[in-house]
T-cell receptor
Framework: GAGVSQSPSNKVTEKGKDVELRCDPISGHTALYWYRQSLGQGLEFLIYFQGNSAPDKSGLPSDRFSAERTGGSVSTLTIQRTQQEDSAVYLC????????????FGDGTRLSIL | AQTVTQSQPEMSVQEAETVTLSCTYDTSESDYYLFWYKQPPSRQMILVIRQEAYKQQNATENRFSVNFQKAAKSFSLKISDSQLGDAAMYFCAYRSASGSARQLTFGSGTQLTVLP
């Protein structure tokens, strides 16, 4: 597709379950980012991948959160033992590596923890 | 660490009128980029306009323009001839031009309502 694709669009799960969120970036974009947007708030950076370099995990809020990017393309964000405070919209973005290049966002996954 | 502040949680404008959204930021860096993104109810973040800090000229994209005041660390967005489709949440964002940090730092957003 032409844009960043995220799945699922919505996810409802019970507290304590593990969830996986998927992001398929724009073809040719070597940089990939995950952000979290809590209700009515701005976006909070989670993790950044650039090519084959080690990811910048400085934004991950706890060790329950992890992410990987296979083959430099698709990325999966995993949240283990979900808590109610994990409820948010999770947005993925991709870009070319230069700092001046804009990030292109997907439509996000709305995660609801019951 | 950089911070971005949007002091107007909500703004409204009459259709066809002009509105200005405020943004200030704090940084010790001299080289960086600033962005305005729009987020309609569909959730997708859409780039509105971009400004390079080393350029003194204010960026313009059709009805959207910025007033970039580097010394004051201010980056406001002006929307001219407002249209109903401009109604959305608007986020100001900062991005370092140097070092390894490439993520965007966002403000808390301004909800813009366009009145018919």
């Amino acid at each position: 597709g032409a844009g960043v694709s995220q799945s699922p669009s919505n996810k409802v799960t019970e507290k304590g379950k593990d969830v996986e969120l998927r992001c398929d970036p724009i073809s040719g974009h070597t940089a990939l980012y995950w952000y979290r947007q809590s209700l009515g708030q701005g976006l909070e950076f989670l993790i950044y991948f650039q090519g084959n370099s080690a990811p910048d995990k400085s934004g991950l809020p706890s060790d329950r959160f992890s992410a990987e990017r296979t083959g430099g393309s698709v990325s999966t964000l995993t949240i283990q033992r979900t808590q109610q405070e994990d409820s948010a919209v999770y947005l993925c973005a991709s870009s070319y590596p230069s700092a001046g290049q804009p990030q292109h966002f997907g439509d996000g996954t709305r995660l609801s923890i019951l | 660490a950089q911070t971005v502040t949007q002091s107007q949680p909500e703004m409204s404008v009459q259709e066809a009128e002009t509105v200005t959204l405020s943004c200030t930021y704090d940084t010790s860096e001299s080289d960086y980029y600033l962005f305005w993104y729009k987020q309609p109810p569909s959730r997708q973040m859409i780039l509105v306009i971009r400004q390079e800090a080393y350029k003194q000229q204010n960026a313009t994209e059709n009805r959207f323009s910025v007033n970039f005041q580097k010394a004051a660390k201010s980056f406001s967005l002006k929307i001219s001839d407002s249209q109903l489709g401009d109604a959305a949440m608007y986020f100001c964002a900062y991005r370092s031009a140097s070092g390894s940090a490439r993520q965007l730092t966002f403000g808390s957003g301004t909800q813009l309502t366009v009145l018919p």
